[in-house]
């Protein structure tokens, strides 16, 4: 009794305080509180007491008051809340004289309210804002309040406050809540729990299984879930879920990896302390996504088609288990990534429209049973995103993973460094090769064809490939190369074609004419194989080219060379040399062929074949890397760690060229003096907030704390 009735005396106390210092403020002042409710904390409902106190207060300045019930009207907007429009009309009506206030209001009525004052049936203009993070993951997923981000870095769990103390679009101070646990993130396959309490991530990524492991959200022992197993061939097969109160954790796995979306992989569910799984759906399903009441999973499921794209669609179903139900049907796409809204009844998920870029984000209404209630609706994405959705928070913003335009320049530099020069416009060029006059730069230009330009700069022109069959240079490993005499480009060429029903392609070498025309195939090899990365011997008669051997069930890298003719193909490396998947380039006195190998260096080796021997170390080898002879054979350029090196004398020297990008591929002029390369940027996956995608009176979720981007 004593216990209670001190609470209340308290809380009366609390209470005269706070109503005696609110008196004690100044019109301004709560009007700044207001704002800081707003823009710092998310608490709309509490930004809207104050503004509401300095908009009825007769004795304020007349401009406040209409700024008060301008942020009345945004704070209701992002509720939902059709309160919006009458705090708009009464700032219109009574302060005529704020003109930009006013303004703004109007605007907003045209979008919420035709004249009869009733609500717009229209769509409001979706609203795309990025949250800044000092460093960017590249992943992320919001808690189901909408307050915190999970991401993983560095095989640790981390956790973010969306708004900070600077600004409420720039994230607060990271927590690590895990050590290294080999954590991996896949395209956000990660999971929290309805209650925020735990998050679900991959880890231990191994070739014929990967761990779950259920961690604390504020730090703790992470659990590992005893999953018979969890095999997954592609990023979105590992997406994990978990049931509103943690207990429960949903994923997919399937008995058959390397195919193309595996069709073997479906949908089990099993209690985190470890017990027997159930088998929730068959085969060729994946993405599981628990409903905010845990009664329902949302997932996706493919069909098998006779093209190299599978369809897919979403579905829904009993979390115990059940009929499922098909909730869209769309034509010949595929959908992934599904999310529900807090209250249940919609699901969001992305669709990639064809062999473009995912660029749109689908809302589809469903009922209690998981029954699709109206059509989807479709919002067009900014930018690409290949992630699942980052989540849907109470106040109706939904995160999404947006991945900024890659591109990769094509620039020149003296050998010796200096400031780059720019030759080619913000696009997609690579492999720069110099005609021998070096008057031109070749390379594979967009959609994989044969361009050129002049070495200082201008307009890009094209050469014509004339085949009876779709065909383009393959990436990696087109080559390029301009024959010594100039007449001829050496590229790797892919075909497709149909056969037997089903679109087919393979990897071969060919020569063109410089001037383009009909292509000469060199090389035939099976489709599992595929030659790439050719290049010219210095007397234009012979091409160094790269060829696997699978060698039980593995890939094995070779150097193969074979007349320019097509003839007298010829071996020179072994398995013991280590070849990598990656440029070779032939000396220019004609002995040996410098290439990448797999031990983190550059080797050379005799033509005729024997031992390979070491050049230098690299800090790592990649198909995208480069490397290239000068013309007089005393030096070797190369890319490594996104930069230009040249080896001489037994030292690598690094080539300033005052480019940020990561330099990729490479080619000298014929004199030695110049070095062409590309340097690439972009395609950073960044976390954006999507909101006013809505009409006004179909946002369900009411007086709740939002984020705030204003």
Known sequence: ?????????????????????????????????????????????????????????????????????????????????????????????????????????????????PATEKASEATLTPKFTKIK????????????????????????????????????????????????????DMSNSFAWSGDGKWIAVNAELKSNSTSIFIVPSEGGKPLKVKVPSHQCSWPTEFRLSLSPDGKILAYATGSKTGDYQTKSAQIYTIPVNGDTPKELTGPGTQEPAFSPDGTKIAYIKYTKTNEVVDHSDLWVIPSEGGIPIQVTRLPSLQVFGPSWSPDGKMIAFIRRAGIGDPKEIWIVPVTNEGNPSAPPAKVDLPLASYHEVAGWTPGNKIGVQLMNPEYEIIYTVNSSGGIATQVTPQGWTEYPKWSPDGG???????????????????????????????????????????????KTIVFSGARYFLKDGEKKWDV?????????????????????????????????????????????????????TITKEGDNLRQITTEADSVAWAPVDWAPDGNSIAFFSNDNSIRFIPVEGGKSRLITEVDSVNSQFELAWSPDGKELAYTDQGKIWIYTNGKSKEVKTGVTGHATKLGWSPDGKKIAFTAYAGGDNELWLMENFLPLEKLAQKNETILNDQ
């Open 508 to 560: 071969n070498i060919f020569t063109i004419p410089v001037e383009g025309g009909k292509p000469k195939q060199l090389t035939s090899v099976a489709a599992e194989l595929q030659d790439r990365f050719p290049c010219w011997s210095p007397d234009g008669n012979s091409i160094a080219f790269i060829r696997p051997e699978i060698k039980n069930g593995k890939h094995i890298m070779h150097i193969f």
């Open 1 to 113: 009794m004593k216990s209670i009735l001190t609470s209340v005396i308290l809380a009366t106390f609390l209470l005269a305080g706070s109503i005696n210092s609110s008196i004690a403020q100044t019109p301004e002042q709560l009007y700044q509180k207001g704002l800081t409710k707003e823009e710092g904390e998310g608490a709309l409902q509490d930004a809207i007491n104050l503004y509401n106190q300095v908009a009825d207060n007769l004795k304020a300045d007349k401009s406040l008051q209409a700024k008060a019930l301008l942020h009345i009207g945004m704070c209701y907007e992002k509720l939902g809340m059709q309160e919006a429009v009458k705090a708009y009309q009464r700032l219109v009506k009574n302060f005529p004289a704020q003109k930009n206030e006013v303004a703004f209001a109007r605007e907003r009525l045209t979008r919420l309210a």
């Open 133 to 184: 993070m000092p460093t960017n993951p590249g992943n992320g997923i919001l808690s189901s309040d909408g307050k915190r981000i999970a991401f993983i870095l560095d095989g640790c769990v981390w956790t973010i406050p969306v708004s900070g103390g600077v600004d409420p679009l720039i994230a607060g101070e990271p927590k690590k809540i895990t050590d290294n646990i080999g954590a991996v």
């Open 440 to 486: 031109k730069i070749f390379f594979r230009g967009d959609r994989g064809k044969i361009a050129y330009v002049p070495s200082g700069g201008g307009a890009i022109d094209s050469i014509p490939i004339q085949s009876e069959f779709d065909m383009h240079t393959a990436a990696p490993g087109s080559g390029n190369d301009i024959s010594p005499d100039g």
